[in-house]
């Protein structure tokens, strides 16, 4: 079936089942099915995917774009780059007089400065903006959590990993991925108290869970972040 409701049209599969109430969900791909009980009138289904339309659509379109994996960046004027979880457009300049290609939030614009304007040299320049950002907003953060316990890091640095946000290993040297910085700042400390939590527990059980949903409660919606926005966070 296909509804449209301002402006936008979605396209739903309606299914009638023996249960108490009616539900709207959303696989993998951003396919929408609604399932309602036997003998609901297709107006009342109606109305509760208007209720909920906006958050269905964002969420049907944000599971579609990410099938596509991580678009590749032009380095055009205006193209946004994700920081602190928002869109910043950039402002390429080019100055050949400059020392060294850096990059400067200027209110809501990342103005890049370089002495060659080249793809390569604005992603570097880019690169070098988060790893710096995210090594002063971690540390900031680390800081602040501090207070949860007794002991503290033996080292703190930024890495390109592939792999994962944040490690800690036994020496309580900690690691976190240059591309937190693009990530909300209540996201960033998630990510910093999970590996903080480390210094005490090492692995995953329950007590490192614990410790984790006691400073952090809600720290699933922060990993559903992470998961359902990592394909964006590129240079």
């Given at each position: ?39 609901t009138d297709e107006e009342s289904v109606i109305r509760l995917l208007e209720d909920n339309w ?42 050949p007089d400059i020392e060294q290609d850096h990059v400067t939030l200027k209110g809501n614009i ?36 501090q207070p949860h316990f007794k002991t503290k890091p033996r080292s703190i640095r930024i890495s ?76």
């Amino acid at each position: 079936m296909n509804h449209t409701y301002s402006g936008e049209t979605l396209h739903f599969e309606l299914t009638y089942k023996n249960r108490k109430s009616t539900g709207i969900y959303l696989d993998n791909y951003g396919n929408i099915e609604i399932l309602a009980p036997k003998g609901t009138d297709e107006e009342s289904v109606i109305r509760l995917l208007e209720d909920n339309w906006k958050k269905v659509l964002i969420q049907s379109k944000e599971k579609k774009a990410r099938l596509h994996g991580p678009q590749l960046k032009t380095y055009h004027h205006g193209e946004p780059f994700l920081y602190l979880g928002k869109n910043f457009p950039i402002e390429v300049h080019h100055n050949p007089d400059i020392e060294q290609d850096h990059v400067t939030l200027k209110g809501n614009i990342l103005v890049v400065e370089v002495k060659e304007v080249e793809d390569k040299t604005i992603k570097q320049a880019l690169k070098r903006f988060y790893y710096q950002r995210c090594k002063a907003i971690v540390e900031r953060s680390i800081s602040i959590h501090q207070p949860h316990f007794k002991t503290k890091p033996r080292s703190i640095r930024i890495s390109d990993s592939q792999k994962t946000w944040g490690t800690c290993d036994g020496r309580r040297q900690l690691t976190f991925n240059w591309k937190l910085a693009m990530a909300p700042q209540e996201v960033i400390d998630y990510v910093v108290v999970h590996e903080m939590c480390h210094m005490v527990h090492l692995n995953h059980d329950r007590s490192f869970w614990r410790l984790v949903g006691k400073i952090v409660p809600d720290y699933k919606e922060k990993e559903r972040w992470l998961a359902m926005t990592s394909w964006k966070m590129t240079v």
